[in-house]
């Protein structure tokens, strides 16, 4: 079935920038784009459906590249007890903190996980997100980890989404190896990873490297297990220290290196030469109060890729909305909306692997795209909040939300 959105102005973020057609139209033919350009020359069609656009600006569908959507409890009672006088360090000392949650998200059965889940991505896919990664990393054991990949699985199946499942079991040490670091790399590079992409749940591979999580020495023997099993690898790298766990994941040919607010320029030309994009996370950085801004103009410089993601957990960004992440992108990092825009399309899609089918309006590619009561693309990152989507279009065909929350 063809269709024809028109009456539309599209910033298609081809080739990374806006790439504006005014007076635009695109043709769908089921879940592709067919065609887009100036209405004026759209072709000729017999026997299509047509959609007014009313005017709207359209882009692609926003792309989640880094969300932990997929978690048992919360952490509000903590953040509460904290801005009462509450130290971190007491908090943890009494099994608080990423380890509460690991606790709820064992104990929580895949239904129920499934339905928190649920609810998350979709407030996010009412603000115009068509695709996200999930990562796991709250189980850190075998039967945990499955059960927040096959939750993830799940999501892409049932919901008008696409999903990218992300394994992160080198996220934290589980309580029962304290003190066992090595043991549990080794655990999760000889069993875990080993079973987990046999049963097809592990799209890539993350670590988290950094000294109160894994070493570079440890994240290397995942990224190498990884490898062998024919995975792409993610991580972590440089959020509060500098390890250069940036460089030694664009040694690995990593899709994305996230957050980066330590990283240096050496780091920076190492991603440029092997293509990793620069995963920006400004949710985790305005939630710690962070001050070290990541270096974009080294990023930039090097013509490293730039993404913008929510981060979406409960500990560090318990982000809901990828639209906010735009204007603190450009308010916390001075990226400008144009680079904030192709943070969470063209690029973002890169750091998933995607960028062949997704993340801009051009022929071949799926049809996913937003419909924005917008005037201008910039205000896309200059409203704080507010919904400023119209109409959400996934694999060719409008969400309905509506159907969806029943
Ligand atoms: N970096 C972070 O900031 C979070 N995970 C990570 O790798 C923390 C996650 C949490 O506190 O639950
Ligand atoms: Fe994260």
Same mark, same amino acid.
């Given at each position: 079935?063809?269709?024809?959105?028109?009456?539309?102005?599209?910033?298609?973020?081809?080739?990374?920038?806006?790439?504006?057609?005014?007076?635009?139209?695109?043709?769908?033919?089921?879940?592709?784009?067919?065609?887009?350009?100036?209405?004026?020359?759209?072709?000729?069609?017999?026997?299509?459906?047509?959609?007014?656009?009313?005017?709207?600006?359209?882009?692609?569908?926003?792309?989640?590249?880094?969300?932990?959507?997929?978690?048992?409890?919360?952490?509000?009672?903590?953040?509460?007890?904290?801005?009462?006088?509450?130290?971190?360090?007491?908090?943890?000392?009494?099994?608080?903190?990423?380890?509460?949650?690991?606790?709820?998200?064992?104990?929580?059965?895949?239904?129920?996980?499934?339905?928190?889940?649920?609810?998350?991505?979709?407030?996010?896919?009412?603000?115009?997100?068509?695709?996200?990664?999930?990562?796991?990393?709250?189980?850190?054991?075998? $039967?945990?980890?499955?059960?927040?990949?096959?939750?993830?699985?799940?999501?892409?199946?049932?919901?008008?989404?696409?999903?990218?499942?992300?394994?992160?079991?080198?996220?934290?040490?589980?309580?029962?190896?304290?003190?066992?670091?090595?043991?549990?790399?080794?655990?999760?590079?000889?069993?875990?990873?080993?079973?987990?992409?046999?049963?097809?749940?592990?799209?890539?591979?993350?670590?988290?490297?950094?000294?109160?999580?894994?070493?570079?020495?440890?994240?290397?023997?995942?990224?190498?297990?990884?490898?062998?099993?024919?995975?792409?690898?993610?991580?972590?790298?440089?959020?509060?220290?500098?390890?250069?766990?940036?460089?030694?994941?664009?040694?690995?040919?990593?899709?994305?290196?996230?957050?980066?607010?330590?990283?240096?320029?050496?780091?920076?030309?190492?991603?440029?030469?092997?293509?990793?994009?620069?995963?920006?996370?400004?949710?985790?950085?305005?939630?710690?109060?962070?001050?070290?801004?990541?270096?974009?103009?080294?990023?930039?410089?090097?013509?490293?890729?730039?993404?913008?993601?929510?981060?979406?957990?409960?500990?560090?960004?318990?982000?809901?909305?990828?639209?906010?992440?735009?204007?603190?992108?450009?308010?916390?990092?001075?990226?400008?909306?144009?680079?904030?825009?192709?943070?969470?399309?063209?690029?973002?899609?890169? $750091?998933?692997?995607?960028?062949?089918?997704?993340?801009?309006?051009?022929?071949?590619?799926?049809?996913?795209?937003?419909?924005?009561?917008?005037?201008?693309?910039?205000?896309?990152?200059?409203?704080?909040?507010?919904?400023?989507?119209?109409?959400?279009?996934?694999?060719?065909?409008?969400?309905?939300?509506?159907?969806?929350?029943?």
């Amino acid at each position: 079935m063809k269709t024809l959105w028109h009456h539309c102005h599209a910033a298609t973020m081809a080739g990374g920038k806006y790439s504006i057609i005014e007076d635009a139209a695109i043709l769908t033919d089921g879940a592709r784009i067919e065609w887009i350009g100036p209405s004026a020359s759209a072709p000729e069609i017999g026997d299509c459906g047509r959609v007014d656009l009313e005017g709207a600006w359209v882009t692609p569908g926003l792309i989640d590249c880094h969300t932990h959507l997929v978690f048992g409890g919360d952490r509000s009672g903590e953040f509460e007890e904290r801005l009462e006088g509450v130290s971190y360090a007491q908090i943890a000392a009494r099994g608080g903190g990423i380890a509460s949650t690991v606790r709820a998200t064992r104990e929580a059965s895949e239904d129920a996980l499934f339905e928190v889940a649920k609810k998350r991505a979709v407030g996010l896919m009412r603000e115009g997100v068509t695709a996200l990664e999930v990562k796991s990393g709250y189980g850190l054991d075998l $039967a945990s980890e499955r059960k927040m990949l096959a939750v993830a699985r799940r999501l892409g199946d049932t919901l008008p989404l696409t999903v990218r499942a992300t394994c992160l079991a080198a996220h934290a040490l589980p309580p029962e190896y304290a003190n066992r670091a090595d043991d549990y790399i080794a655990y999760v590079c000889d069993e875990m990873l080993p079973a987990l992409v046999e049963e097809g749940l592990v799209d890539a591979v993350d670590a988290f490297c950094e000294h109160i999580a894994f070493s570079t020495q440890q994240v290397e023997r995942v990224f190498r297990c990884a490898h062998e099993l024919g995975v792409p690898v993610k991580l972590h790298a440089e959020q509060l220290s500098s390890l250069h766990g940036s460089s030694l994941a664009a040694r690995y040919r990593a899709l994305s290196a996230d957050h980066l607010e330590y990283m240096t320029e050496d780091d920076a030309i190492a991603m440029a030469q092997s293509g990793t994009v620069a995963v920006l996370l400004p949710g985790a950085f305005y939630m710690l109060r962070e001050t070290q801004v990541p270096p974009i103009d080294a990023l930039r410089r090097h013509r490293v890729p730039i993404a913008l993601a929510s981060d979406l957990n409960p500990g560090t960004s318990p982000a809901l909305s990828l639209r906010m992440m735009l204007n603190m992108g450009c308010t916390l990092f001075r990226l400008t909306p144009e680079e904030a825009l192709a943070g969470v399309t063209i690029n973002a899609a890169s $750091a998933l692997g995607l960028r062949s089918t997704h993340g801009s309006l051009e022929a071949g590619k799926a049809a996913d795209f937003v419909a924005w009561r917008i005037d201008r693309p910039a205000e896309l990152s200059y409203w704080l909040g507010g919904a400023l989507q119209n109409r959400v279009v996934r694999g060719g065909a409008e969400t309905d939300f509506e159907r969806i929350a029943r």
